[in-house]
């Protein structure tokens, strides 16, 4: 490739770096043709940073009611113990795209509530760029809960079971 064609490239990322930025996207790929044998694929992401939602307010209590204030506190920790992604047995989503509970439509699932399961049994895929990735089971356990529905999108980092 040309020293031209390099700067070119170079400019068309970055005009979609600022595609991405102004239009407040995450993930953007786009592949660009030369030729018969000459191409580029380029794929610009970016983490989003949410805005703290659940973030603690505080309320000025009446001095009268001050007792009662302590039960919301004790509630919160228990709010964190709800949620699927802080749980020690989460198997969590090493990537983005496409979770399958089954190897292919029609077939069996790899698992279900309560199933046992040996660590690096495959317990479900996730298609990532048309290529099939096996998730294997992190641990030894039992499935007490799937989080994703078959076909669902995921995100990195995502719960996707819980193995006890």
């Known amino acids: 490739m040309s020293k031209q064609s390099h700067e070119s490239d170079v400019a068309f990322i970055k005009a979609l770096a600022e595609l991405l930025r102004e239009n407040e996207l995450s993930e953007l790929e786009v592949k660009r043709e030369y030729g018969d044998d000459d191409s580029l694929t380029v794929r ?8 703290p939602v659940a973030a603690p307010v505080q ?24 949620d699927p992604a802080q749980h020690p047995g989460a198997v969590t989503s090493p990537m983005v795209g ?3 509970l089954q190897p292919e439509p029609g077939a069996p699932s790899f698992v279900k509530v309560g199933d046992s399961v040996s660590e690096g049994q495959t317990v479900l895929i ?4 048309k290529t099939m990735n096996q998730i294997p089971a ?4 039992k499935v007490t809960r799937i989080l994703i529905e078959d076909g669902a ?9 819980i193995i006890e």
């Open 126 to 129: 996730i298609e990532a760029m």
């Open 98 to 100: 496409t979770a399958y």
């Open 59 to 82: 309320v000025a209590v009446p001095q009268a009611a001050a007792p009662a204030a302590a039960a919301p506190a004790q509630a919160a920790p228990a709010a964190a113990a709800d």
């Open 153 to 161: 999108p995921v995100e990195f980092g995502a719960p996707l079971m």
């Open 44 to 51: 610009v992401a970016r983490t989003l940073t949410a805005a």
């Open 138 to 141: 992190p641990r030894a356990g």
